[in-house]
Each structure stands twice: as C-alpha cells, then as structure tokens.
C-alpha cells in the first residue's frame, strides 16, 4: 500500500460535511493504494464493477450479504471514524457494527437525561403514541397508554384480517415452540424482527443508548423497540398479513422468507431507516448538525 494515497492518510472531513449512510453488498471491501475498494458480483441497481468508495465523505458504511471486509479496511475507516455495519439484505436484520460515526455523545446524553426525568420520560412516551395514533391521547400514564394502544391495534388486527381475507383469532405466539404458532402470528413475529433490524441500525448510526426505551423497558434493545413500533400500523402489520395472504395461496412457500422479502422491500422503498433516524432526533428534540440518512 502506498501510504499517503490522494492524502487519504491524514486528511480529515467533519463528520457535519459528510453524506450519510451507504449500502454495499455482494463483495469485497478491501484497501488498495490507500484507497477503500470494493468489488462487487451486483446487487439491486448496484452493478457488477469495482468502485472507490469516499468513505470520508461518508457516515457509516452497511454491508449486506455476501460481503467481506479486510483488516486494512477495518484501520481505515476506525482511524476516519467511517461507521461499519453488519446488516441483512435491505436492512431487515442487524448483526455487528464498528460503532463510529459523528464523535458527538449529544443524542445520547439527552436520551439519558429524558430517560433519567420520569416526566420528560412520559412525555417521550406520549410523542412516540402521538406519532402512531395521529392524535395526541390524553392519558399521562405509561399503563393506560398501552391500554389505548391496545385497543387501536385490535381494530387494525381485524381491519387487515378483513382486507386479506385472512383467519384472525389474536395475537398468539408460543415462544419453546414458534413453529406450532399459525401462519399469521409467525408472519408477524417475522416481520416485527424486520423492522427491528431497520430500528437497531438508526439507533447504532445516531450512538443513541439501544437499552433506554420510553415504552418498552426489560430488552436490552428497548429503544429500538420502541422506534421499530412507530412503524407497527404502517409496516409490519402491512407486511405480515400481506405475507399471510401470499402463503395462503401458495402454501409451499415459506413464510418467513416471504415477511422478509416484503419488508425488506417496503423498508428499501419508503427509505425507513432515514425515517427512523430522522425520528429519533426529532422525538429526543436534537439537531446534531451531522447527517446520517
């Protein structure tokens, strides 16, 4: 490797002056005369080549299936603080993450100190039920708050059970055995752990604290949870009896795979992720002069 290569080296880009996140996979991401290279088979509407990636320009880098990553990669971007993450097809899982990006603790000292404030706690809980009901509710306790939610959710279970002519008899799921839960509860678990994925990667990109959730409490992914619920009535349900619908007709198929497929697409298309991120800044009320989406 030529050190010094086109000042790569040493130079430095603010991360406020940077262009968010960009998608990779099917390849190998290795460093080359000091450059970020990466060599791809093709994937989606990135054709079979090989490209220079300006990882300074960039926040975080998320690399889907079929991908490696070298050593000299992994120096590279830790020294430009470039974000490296380990994702499933259009962001539907998410596995590991080199946890760079913006060298800024402001969201997450903030989600601290709402989280800390059992007021401006409810308070967030009560802006995140706003979003997914489009009214404010009147009810200022975390209990009765899921109980309105509750509600909302049983009319749309059926709503959707109605629309894709699809057997509703409640959410059930047998977590020692989930093969024996039916297709539609296994199509929503399925697609719940999508949209999960999507939520875990806006909480790595924008180093917000995944264990601090305004809603949920006990997983250690709490916040994720809660940002992956905002997109409940929109997407996962959506997805999961859509998939159902698929499965009915074409019962070879499997489910899990279909819920995955759908979501992925639908994640992709409505460009969640930045939604999410976007969210998260606005629900802690936090503009950190740095784009991620």
């Given at each position: 490797m030529l050190k010094?290569?086109?000042?790569?080296?040493?130079?430095?880009?603010?991360?406020?002056?940077?262009?968010?996140?960009?998608?990779?996979?099917?390849?190998?991401?290795?460093?080359?005369?000091?450059?970020l290279r990466f060599a791809t088979a093709g994937v989606g509407t990135l054709e079979e080549g090989v490209y220079h990636i300006p990882f300074?320009?960039?926040?975080?880098?998320?690399?889907?299936?079929?991908t490696t990553v070298s050593h000299d990669a992994l120096r590279l971007l830790a020294r430009h603080q470039t974000g490296l993450l380990a994702v499933g097809a259009d962001g539907v899982r998410f596995y590991?993450?080199?946890?760079?990006?913006?060298d800024s603790s402001t969201l997450a000292r903030e989600q601290a100190r709402i989280w800390a404030d059992e007021?401006?706690?409810?308070?967030?809980?009560?802006?995140m039920y706003e979003r997914?009901?489009?009214?404010?509710?009147?009810?200022?306790?975390l209990d009765a708050l899921r109980g309105l939610e509750g509600s909302r959710m049983k009319a749309v279970y059926e709503k959707l059970a109605r629309q894709h002519g699809i057997e509703w008899g409640g959410r059930r799921y047998n977590r020692q055995n989930p093969?024996?839960?039916?297709?539609?509860?296994?199509?929503?678990?399925?697609?719940?752990?999508?949209?999960?994925?999507?939520a875990m990667i806006a909480v790595t990109v924008t180093a917000t604290i995944p264990q601090l959730g305004f809603i949920h409490e006990a997983s250690g992914k709490a916040f994720a949870l809660d940002i992956a619920d905002l997109y409940r009535a929109s997407i996962t349900l959506p997805v999961a009896f859509e998939s159902a619908s698929e499965h009915k007709r074409q019962p070879h198929l499997d489910i899990e795979r279909i819920a995955r497929r759908k979501?992925?697409?639908?994640?992709?298309?409505?460009?969640?992720?930045?939604?999410?991120?976007d969210a998260i800044k606005e629900l802690l009320d936090v503009d950190d002069d740095s784009d991620h989406s």
């Open positions: 010094g290569r086109l000042g790569l080296q040493t130079a430095r880009v603010p991360q406020a002056d940077r262009h968010g996140l960009l998608w990779l996979g099917r390849g190998k991401l290795s460093v080359e005369d000091g450059c300074q320009k960039l926040t975080h880098i998320l690399l889907g299936p079929g590991s993450a080199m946890p760079f990006g913006a007021e401006l706690r409810v308070k967030v809980a009560r802006d997914r009901m489009g009214k404010r509710p009147r009810a200022t306790d093969a024996q839960t039916n297709v539609i509860n296994q199509a929503i678990n399925h697609a719940a752990t999508a949209v999960q994925g999507a979501a992925g697409s639908r994640l992709k298309s409505m460009k969640v992720v930045g939604g999410m991120i």
